[in-house]
């Protein structure tokens, strides 16, 4: 079986290491809970390294 990011990269968490920190903060399980499921797995994909994020992007050149 092929290497993971993770391997490379092991502060890179789980889906269910994610999910579970986020249970376990109320106000951001109640932010969580509003978005739509798209933007849920967005989410988790950035964060376990699955996806990038698009930097190149408008609306995140304008924050910067």
């Known amino acids: ?3 993971t990011l993770r ?3 092991p502060m890179i968490r789980t889906r269910e290491e994610i999910i579970t920190d986020i249970e376990h903060m109320p106000m951001v399980q109640s932010l969580y809970k509003t978005w ?3 933007e849920k797995e967005a989410f988790l994909d950035i964060c376990t390294g699955t996806r990038g994020v698009k930097m190149m992007y408008d609306s ?3 924050r910067l």
Do not use: A, N, Q, T
Request: aromatic share 24%; net charge positive; glycine share 8%.
């Open 36 to 38: 739509k499921s798209e």
């Open 1 to 3: 079986m092929g290497k």
């Open 60 to 62: 995140f050149l304008r």
């Open 7 to 9: 391997d490379y990269f």
